[in-house]
Nanobody, 121 residues
C-alpha cells in the first residue's frame, strides 16, 4: 500500500500563497495520475486538480483555475500544488490522491492524511 505524505499547509492571509507537497513511498509513482482534493468543515470532499503520469495533461476545478498550479517531479516521487491569490473560501483540509485516471469523477486509489490550509480575511 502506497503512503502519500502531504506537507506545506498553514495559515495565510487572503491574497497570499502556499505550496503543498505530497511525497509518495513507492517506486511506481510515475505509473499513476496524481491529484489534490479538499474538504471544508461540513462539506463533501471536492476535486481541486490532477496531473497525468508524464505531466502532459492537467485538470483543474473551475474554482481554482488561474490561481492554482499542479506539477510533479517523477524523479522525486512528489506532486506539488502551488496556490496563489488565496481566498478565505479556499480554507479546507487538502488531500493528496493517486489514481489510474484524472479522478475528476472518482477512481481514487489512495489518499494522503491531509494538510490544513487556513486563509484569513
Amino acid at each position: 500500500q502506497v503512503q502519500l505524505v502531504e506537507s506545506g499547509g498553514g495559515l495565510v492571509e487572503a491574497g497570499g500563497s502556499l505550496r503543498l507537497s505530497c511525497a509518495a513511498s513507492e517506486r511506481t509513482f510515475s505509473d499513476y495520475y496524481m491529484g489534490w482534493f479538499r474538504q471544508a468543515p461540513g462539506q463533501e470532499r471536492e476535486f481541486v486538480a490532477s496531473i497525468s503520469r508524464s505531466g502532459g495533461s492537467i485538470f483543474y476545478a473551475d474554482a481554482v483555475k488561474g490561481r492554482f498550479t499542479i506539477s510533479r517531479d517523477n524523479a522525486k516521487n512528489t506532486v506539488y500544488l502551488q496556490m496563489n491569490s488565496l481566498k478565505p473560501e479556499d480554507t479546507a483540509a487538502y488531500y493528496c490522491a493517486q489514481g489510474r485516471n484524472s479522478m475528476r469523477t472518482g477512481g481514487v486509489a489512495s489518499w494522503g492524511q491531509g494538510t490544513q490550509v487556513t486563509v484569513s480575511s
